[in-house]
């Protein structure tokens, strides 16, 4: 890379005049580029990468450091760089927003030197780049009134083309210039969203931890905007924040662990869970619950895993840090999408507004509440939902042409957002860029001031944006025309009073909304984890921590995948299942009584590894009652038997389902059937079986008389056996 730079001052030098004070080179309009070439990218391009000030100065010089980069094919030679500046200002909000459609090859302004560049490189390869530094002092270039200029570089080169006064490429930004005599300030609020897409697996741990790592350590856009609102120093900025989002991180620096059914409460002595106590004893550290961001990561995590943990929790410090002495606005937990929640879930809505988020209440971080899309558009029952504690916040398209700083619908207070400030800088460069974004702020401020001077600039730093240079950007800022402040003090003012049925909401809006079925698979996570939880004898936190999973289910992120986010949420839902599923209950193949009323044992496993309260209930025809069971304590990986009574009504086979139930009577999932039969018999039968009883004991009586009364009989004389008869001799 090549690197040079050539100032004004040694310039002057250079070619043998001495600049003088008050002297201005003015070169005639820059030449529209044919058609033809405008078709194609130019061959040089060059960025911005610094500019100091931030506008018109009323004494001293401009300084602009930047690239050039041949993205040619062909060597380019000579390279002159340019300062150029637009002849008449812009003055109007509607004037900046098409100003960044402006085709790159329009004139928007004249070179300041025609012969005298201010920078040059001789030679640049395809591919090659060159640092160049432009200082232009004020004395070289007059403004006629205030407002918002073009401002920027030009190169001309020699290339395959030969050189002409048609730009080989360029770089604009705007330049605001408010008067010396301009009385007052603007009040200015900058809005850091931190919000980001968040999913788990389905154990509970976070997903896609690599990610995670790129965005918060170095380089990465959380750790770009926590490193943003640092360098604000003493300027208030406002944060508007997903409480979920420093939670998760927190969970990746205890070591991403997975769903915990460890016990959270101590242990009750006088209630000994039933069955057989596993030898091995259980964890008490829940992890719903992580250690504070500033312990040391668990020394046995995998080195993958130590380093996320590592770089999770200095985010989580330096965020912190940032957020002292700053307003804090938190969205509804997992940045729930409010237009649809209106439509399908309000319930929902509620339930995360509710939840202030683990993290910002153990710093004690006073928050308000607030709601807003990323993109700035909320239907009208969307923004029914906020309670007048809210901030509800806004975006400029959707008030018409002329916009209020803060509006009212009567129960609801609106603070509108300044869409151009966001949209960035004009082309050829990145509009996003840290000096083009900075720029239009400024320039946006600038109009408000030399138009009012009383309608506040509140403006969303961009979603996906990445601050550069942090100092740069603030420094910038720091005007003194220019009041930077929290969106509370900027809005605290008289409202204009609006109906929200006649605001803009986009049909295309509308579309992106997520569905119903999204929010009923997360509604079906929370009931598992609260059914879980109430099996659990020591545990009271599961549930919780299911809630905040599903939760973020149901966020705007999840509209860039709406599918894939109810896939995730069933098969944490189904994790669960399992669990439940783990403890169960086992009937006898038959029973069969031998009267009206009676009793059987069933046999309850569990087969987790912590102790468990269940309870078993039965379900039945009409003809048979059976009772539940008290509550059964068992140990963890334990086994026990119930008695359960049965009151049958009629004779014959009822067949009876029992039913693994918690305390509160939902079933878990565990049943098992067994056929009942009852022996009952008739009066009439009982009367025939009673007299032949009878019968049979009045036979044996008259016997045992008789026996009695003879008892002294003498006893016959035997009878003389026959004599065989002789036969005559003969």
Do not use: C
Request: charged fraction near 25%; avoid cysteine.
């Amino acid at each position: 890379m090549v690197r040079s730079s050539l100032f004004v001052r040694a310039l002057g030098t250079a070619i043998g005049v001495p600049l003088l004070a008050g002297l201005t080179l003015v070169a005639a309009p820059a030449q529209a580029a044919p058609a033809s070439h405008t078709e194609k990218p130019e061959p040089l391009a060059i960025t911005i990468d610094t500019m100091s000030p931030s506008v018109v100065p009323r004494t001293g010089d401009i300084t602009l450091t930047g690239t050039v980069t041949n993205v040619d094919t062909e060597t380019w030679s000579t390279i002159s760089l340019y300062p150029f500046i637009s002849g008449e200002p812009m003055t109007t909000e509607a004037e900046l927003r098409a100003a960044v459609e402006v085709p790159v090859s329009e004139d928007v302004g004249q070179r300041i030197f025609r012969n005298v560049p201010l920078d040059e490189v001789a030679e640049l390869a395809p591919g090659e780049s060159y640092d160049y530094t432009i200082v232009v002092p004020r004395s070289l270039y007059s403004v006629p009134s205030g407002g918002v200029y073009w401002f920027g570089v030009h190169a001309l080169a020699d290339g395959p083309i030969s050189r002409d006064q048609v730009a080989d490429g360029r770089a604009r930004t705007f330049l605001p210039y408010v008067p010396a005599n301009a009385q007052g300030e603007i009040e200015t609020a900058l809005v850091i969203p931190l919000r980001r897409h968040v999913a788990f697996e389905a154990d509970g741990s976070v997903a896609h931890v690599d990610d995670w790592e790129q965005t918060l350590g170095d380089g990465g856009r959380l750790r770009a905007l926590v490193e943003l609102g640092a360098a604000a120093g003493s300027a208030p900025v406002t944060w508007l924040i997903d409480p979920a989002l420093p939670d998760v991180v927190r969970r990746l620096a205890a070591g991403n662990p997975a769903r915990s059914l460890d016990p959270t409460l101590p242990p009750d002595a006088e209630e000994e869970p039933e069955g057989e106590q596993s030898d091995e004893p259980s964890p008490s550290v829940a992890l719903s619950t992580p250690p504070d961001a500033e312990d040391d990561p668990d020394d046995e995590l995998e080195p993958e895993e130590a380093a996320a943990a590592e770089t999770a929790s200095e985010w989580l410090a330096d965020l912190r840090s940032a957020l002292f002495g700053n307003q804090v606005l938190a969205l509804p937990y997992g940045d729930v999408d409010v237009a649809a929640a209106a439509d399908h879930d309000t319930r929902l809505f509620d339930l995360a507004v509710a939840r202030t988020g683990a993290v910002l209440a153990s710093w004690d971080v006073p928050t308000m509440p607030a709601i807003g899309s990323p993109s700035g558009y909320l239907d009208p029952d969307a923004i029914a939902l906020a309670s007048s504690a809210t901030t509800t916040l806004l975006t400029d398209r959707m008030f018409g042409d002329e916009p209020p700083a803060v509006a009212d619908t009567g129960s609801e207070r609106l603070v509108v957002l300044s869409s151009g400030a966001a949209e960035g800088g004009p082309r050829p460069g990145d509009r996003l860029a840290g000096v083009a974004l900075r720029q239009r702020i400024v320039s946006e401020a600038a109009i408000r001031m030399l138009d009012t001077g009383d309608r506040p600039l509140v403006m969303m730093l961009p979603l996906g944006w990445q601050p550069e240079d942090l100092d740069g950007f603030f420094s910038g800022l720091q005007l003194d025309w220019l009041d930077l402040s929290t969106v509370s003090e900027a809005t605290d003012r008289p409202a204009a009073v609006v109906d929200p049925a006649r605001l803009t909401y986009p049909e295309r809006q509308a579309r992106r909304e997520l569905r119903e079925a999204n929010f009923e698979t997360a509604q079906d996570l929370i009931v598992a984890g609260r059914r879980l939880e109430t099996i659990l004898t020591r545990n009271d936190q599961i549930s919780s921590t299911v809630t905040d999973q599903a939760l973020t289910s149901t966020s705007y992120a999840a509209r860039e995948a709406p599918r894939a986010a109810r896939t995730a949420t069933r098969e944490s839902q189904e994790w669960i299942e399992s669990r439940l599923r783990s403890v169960t209950v086992d009937a006898p193949v038959g029973v069969t009584l031998s009267g009206s009323t009676g009793s059987f044992l069933a046999t309850v496993t569990n087969d987790l590894d912590q102790p468990v309260t269940v309870v078993v209930t039965a379900r039945s025809d009409d003809g048979i009652d059976v009772t539940d069971s008290e509550p059964l304590q068992l140990a963890a990986d334990s086994q026990t038997t119930v008695s359960i009574d049965v009151h049958t009504r009629r004779p014959g086979v009822h067949d009876v389902t029992l039913h693994l139930s918690n305390v509160d009577g939902d079933q878990l999932g565990s049943f098992d059937s067994v056929p009942i039969r009852s022996a009952q018999v008739s009066t009439v039968i009982w009367v025939i079986m009673a007299s032949g009883a009878g019968i049979l004991f009045l036979a044996v009586a008259a016997r045992l008389v008789r026996r009695f009364r003879h008892r002294n009989d003498p006893e016959p004389e035997p009878e003389s056996e026959p004599q065989p008869e002789r036969e005559p001799a003969a």
